[in-house]
């Protein structure tokens, strides 16, 4: 089974991807959620997700230390991170690279953005 | 998936209107310095989400928005009136608490007949720092208590967290241009240059921090 973990401090931002999501979990993606860093490593550790949609400023441990934990972590990996955030500044572009993000999306985004990250990684068509 | 379309056709005029107010004067520099673009772009986010689950909410949120972007863009004298500097602080708050319904709680002791003019942006980035800063660093959040009152010589402002607070350390580089916290060095500065008193700040690490400033009431 696929797994997608949404790591968002923010409700809202938990919600709306879950919405854009819906037609993957509707065909058997399980969609897994944290609220801060420390929840996101644990889900992570246990359930391996495919996907990981990682916010930036997160309470108590950052998606930055999320990011570095699970790239250094042996048969991790290959967890693939996509940096969802709403901090567009090259530092912060440049941060994730070097922590070796594997993708950067600025906030606001689009629903089709998402979607075709989705497939692109799940090897799926879902949505188009 | 089409029906983000339509709102994301929305997203994108905000987005140019707020272009076109950057290019119409505003340098890039200072459109910056005034709007909270990381706070713009995920309240946008919010309201996304919000239009589906609760569209009242959703209008809501995007008057307190276009409230906020009014009073961050618009060109300001030194000194403003309480009124208008307390206009801007509350789209600011209301935004924050729409965004974080659960963790974000504020209290206002505010004397809303209270007549006196301070410097512009200097109440709405002190509580932005209070909670981003302060409370929402916590997974379970905490309050913000917002204090304005008149004493015999001067109002008193006062912002206070229960939130992160700050280590001796992390004070001392407070009023360090170069630190993330530098809003408060700028208003610190403010302050002076208009010939008030700086900024006070008494913080705890794990217990909260209080900033606090003082307008003269005859000002």
Known sequence: ?128 | MKRFNMLEKIINMINGWIYKKVNRGNTKNSFENRVSQHLLFNSLNSVISLCRKDPDAAADLVGEISTYLQRSLEDKAVLIPLAEELEHAISYINIQKARFPDRLKIEQDIDVNLQCLLPAFTLQPIIDNAIRHGVLKRNNGGTVSISIKKLPDFVRFSVKDDGEGMDAGQQALLFKSCHSRNSLYKINNVLKKVGFKGLHVESRRTVGTLIAFEIPVDN
């Open chain 1, 1 to 128: 089974m696929n797994k997608i973990l949404i790591v968002d401090d923010e409700p809202n931002n938990r919600i709306l991807l879950q919405e854009i999501l819906e037609d993957f979990e509707e065909c058997g993606t399980r969609l897994l959620y944290a609220a801060d860093g420390a929840e996101a490593l644990d889900i992570i550790q246990k359930e391996k997700p495919d996907i990981v949609f990682l916010d930036i400023m997160l309470p108590e441990i950052g998606g930055f230390e999320v990011c570095h934990t699970i790239k250094h972590k042996p048969g991790m990996e290959k967890v693939f991170i996509v940096i969802l955030t709403a901090n567009s500044q090259e530092a912060d572009k440049r941060k994730a690279a070097e922590l070796k993000a594997d993708m950067y999306i600025t906030k606001p985004f689009k629903a089709k953005v998402i979607v075709d990250v989705v497939n692109e990684v799940l090897g799926t068509a879902i949505g188009k």
